[in-house]
């Protein structure tokens, strides 16, 4: 099974829809200034509705480790998705701090260092653009779990799935219609993961 996230949930509404169709882990965009950003209220509110059992990651810009340690804390993230720039003594500190950490990196900085617990491969940021599958790092080289993003949707999921053999995908645009998450689409994403070995 391909464990599979959720990301850039922004309406109350679109957690339930996540509480059908059970996706491994959701994100939420806590980095200001994005079309899918949330504010405190409702991040709060997408929490609350969201299945106990379904991590919640925070999506960060920059290393602002003392609100990601608040948010951890207080029971509203339970991990953080941290972008490439950020420095290896946020993410060590982080993860001292038993903060659960993605690190997103661009395919040729896949196989570098870092205390994260998964590398999220993506070029992408939430605009639905995919890269060549084929820059990514062989399995036997990695050495910490792989998640593939980037404009992955029902149409190409499987073949990523089978090239790549990542150990989680990470999709935001490819689940939604109109701009807004839909149910049959996640449904579709969600047993195509979770159908490959
Ligand atoms: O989703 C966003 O708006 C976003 C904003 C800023 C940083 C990261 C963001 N999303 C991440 O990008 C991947 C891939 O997105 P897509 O499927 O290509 O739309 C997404 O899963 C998030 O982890």
Redesign the pocket.
């Known amino acids: 099974m391909t464990k599979i996230?959720i990301?850039?949930i922004f309406q109350e509404a679109s957690a339930e829809l996540l509480n059908q169709v059970q996706p491994d882990m959701a994100?939420i965009?806590l980095?200001p200034g994005?079309?899918?950003s949330v504010g405190i209220m409702t991040a709060m509110a997408i929490r609350a509705k969201l299945d106990d059992h379904i991590p919640l990651y925070g999506?960060f810009?920059d290393q602002n480790v003392m609100d990601i340690l608040t948010f951890y804390g207080n029971g509203l993230i339970q991990g953080a998705?941290l972008q490439d720039d950020v420095s290896e003594d946020a993410v060590t500190l982080l993860r001292d701090k038993g903060v659960p950490v993605i690190q997103t990196r661009r395919p040729e900085a896949a196989l570098r260092d870092t205390a994260a617990d998964i590398v999220?491969i993506?070029t992408?940021?939430?605009?639905?653009?995919t890269f060549d599958w084929q820059a990514v790092p062989p399995k036997p080289l990695r050495k910490k779990p792989l998640m593939l993003?980037?404009?992955?949707n029902v149409d190409n999921l499987a073949d990523a799935i089978a090239q790549v053999q990542p150990d989680w995908v990470?999709?935001?645009?490819?689940a939604e219609v109109d701009g807004v998450k839909d149910i049959a689409l996640m449904a579709q994403l969600v047993a195509i993961a979770h159908a490959h070995e």
Do not use: E, F, N, Y
């Open positions: 996230k990301c850039g994100g965009i980095a994005h079309r899918r999506v810009d998705q999220q993506d992408s940021a939430g605009t639905g653009t993003a980037g404009g992955l990470d999709i935001s645009s490819g």
